[in-house]
């Protein structure tokens, strides 16, 4: 039998694009480390493990740092979260648990909580020490994940740890979702990822690659296990329904990050124009800038105050020298020769606050490429497609679950991450799928008794 290869050793992000997206954190070595972790308070009722989706106890987790016991921190870290190295990394913090911090009370700069957690859980990954975690007894029950990203991943976990297997089922080559597809290069790295989900076989979860997943397939993997959990993300970028966004320079912020992750490309044209001001529109912004382009332009259709990207990743784009361009609408696109030309019209308020175009607004941007970014689409069509029927409850395409459990109006079935929230964050999925599986073992564990 052939050696499996190792999930990070099948991409590699080429070494122009490692250079050109260093980490926005850098790590802490040993000497910064401990003075930092020795600054933390240690509060009894801790506002940044309150401020944590997954509850990491910070103070804890910390507090073994400063004491030397790398691997104890670790175990803290990995006990509430199995994904705490990405989330260290990923994560908000910011509007999170170093939001919270009790040292913004006293005018202090707020402990350094991520770069800690990376501290840590880098040394644990460096060290090659297995997940310090016991399988639970084998109860027998099987579960099919369908997704491969953070919510499934966390969802498995808490299943094999309490002995149910874990079958996970998705459309990619490669695990992890948008951590390893759609998040920003200098956040979080392609190899990082991945060999943080390697870990994750050893605890005998099994993968199933290129699954494509429709109502006929879902029903034949619902017969062949005991319980599913739906963590299907979300699905395209939305289009703009307009002439020419279908043009070869036209592209949208997703494939733009997937494409220099796997290394399908490593530059762009001079001059980029990105629609929309979300955080995934932030990060393709900056991603243009560090791929080559001379002049990135964003335009929104509302006001810097009302763009739902974080201010800091505003802050950061313009550092990056991202330009912004407020209260404009695309009315088409044009090609012109290489170049692209987006005609745009100025917006205002009407009397009942709805936005409309400015009269004699009218003016265009030149562009080399165009990247779409203005929120993305469902990806639960398949579950209304069985003949069967409806085999959950959507509302506006999104799943509706019972937040404590994760389950969903079909007892059999439980889903968690962007499917249901509308996409948040990495670390928000991560929680939704640690419940999930905590439920899924319980109901499963009912069922039995019931019979």
Known sequence: MSQRIPFHQQVVTPPEVVERFGDLHPPFDKQAA???????LFCFDAPCTSACPTHIDVPRFIKKIASGNLAGSARTILDAN??????????????LCEGACVMHRYNKQPIEIARLQRFAMDSFYESGTLLPFELGADTGFSVALIGAGPASLACAAELRRRGVRAEIYDAR?????????????????????????????????????????DAASLDEIEREHDAIFLGVGLGAIHKLGITG?????????????????????????????VVGAGNTAIDAAIASIRLGALEVTMLYRRGPEQ?????????????????????????????????????????????????????GSEFSLAADMVVLSIGQGTHTGFL????????????????????ATGQTTNPKFFAGGDCTNGGREVVDAVADGKRAGIGIAAWLEAQHAKA
């Open 34 to 40: 401990i003075p930092e972790a020795n600054r933390c």
């Open 307 to 359: 763009m739902s990207a974080f201010s800091f990743e505003y802050e950061h784009a313009r550092n990056e020298g991202v330009k912004f361009v407020w209260h404009v609408q695309p009315a088409s696109i044009r090609e012109d020769q290489a170049a692209l030309s987006l005609e745009l019209r100025r917006l205002t308020s009407s009397e009942d606050g709805s936005l409309v175009p400015k009269p």
């Open 82 to 95: 199995i994904l705490g190295a990405s989330c260290a990394r990923a994560c908000p913090v910011d509007v």
């Open 173 to 213: 080559p490669l695990p992890g979702g948008l951590n390893t597809y759609g998040v920003a290069e200098y956040k979080l790295p392609l190899v990082e990822s991945l060999r943080e989900i390697e870990m994750l076989l050893q605890l005998g979860v099994e993968f199933h690659f290129g699954a494509m997943i």
């Open 245 to 273: 966004e279908d043009l070869p320079g036209v592209t949208n912020a997703l494939d733009l990050i997937a494409g220099y992750k796997s290394g399908e490309r490593t530059s762009v044209p001079p001059r980029v124009a």
């Open 384 to 403: 209304g497609e069985s003949g069967r029927g409806t085999k959950v409850q959507l509302e506006r395409g999104r799943i509706l679950i019972d937040r």
